[in-house]
């Protein structure tokens, strides 16, 4: 059963509130998108399959369990997505990684597509989806759109902060996506972005403000 998954372990929430502070500088904001990663990668591959093995050890026979070798696909919304690639992969060394850009149009904050570059058998990955910021929903909608169209059948969403907003377009435009996320925020505020949020995750991310 698909859902969206809160993940309040304490290091989450002690990195966030780091994350969050506006005073905190490009070079600590990277740092902690990327070790977020790692806690929310770690709550997303939960469900991987295992399969059974056993293990000599220097004492003897140990019955063991294997990722079954599933194959995996890490995708990131260009740009902020970028800053949670390492972390997921750090923990997932054979997952391939495409990419998808997009950037909301300020007037209308719909999701303008610019880019896209997949893995060539995408369609038989599971795919992890990975943006810092869920607010309308509109580039998640957008980037999974892409990624059905190319045939993939599993995928789930890891994002640092969503808004309620964006939280319920995901779910009704694709209920089977599972959404994975470390806080869902109060509100929208009129120019779509999350409050009280972190600002402009990309502009933090590669200091471009
Ligand atoms: C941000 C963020 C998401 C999107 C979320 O990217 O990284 O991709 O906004 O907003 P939405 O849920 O309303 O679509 P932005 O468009 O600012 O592009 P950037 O990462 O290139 O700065
Ligand atoms: N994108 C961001 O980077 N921050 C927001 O609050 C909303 C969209």
Known sequence: MSGVHIIE???????????????????????????????????????????????????????????????????????AGLGMVDGITSLLPAAKVGHIGLYRDPETLTPVDYYSKLPADVSERDIIIVDPMLATGGSAIA??????????????????????????????AHPDVDIYVACIDERLNEHGYIVPGLGDAGDRLFGTK
Do not use: M, Q
Not at 28 to 49: C, N, P, Q
Not at 144 to 172: D, F, Q, S, T
């Open 9 to 79: 372990h304490p290091l989450v929430l002690h990195k966030l509130g780091i994350l969050r502070d506006k005073r905190t500088g490009t070079k600590e904001f990277r740092e902690l998108v990327h070790e977020l990663s790692i806690l929310l990668g770690y709550e997303a591959t939960r469900d991987l399959a295992l399969a059974d093995t056993t293990v000599e050890t220097p004492l003897g026979t140990a019955n063991c369990k294997t990722l079954e070798g599933k194959k995996l696909g890490v995708i990131p919304i260009l740009r």
């Open 143 to 172: 980037a999974v759109n892409v990624c059905k169209r190319e045939g993939c059948k599993h995928i789930k969403l890891c994002n640092i902060i969503a808004a309620p907003e964006g939280i319920k377009a995901v779910r009704e």
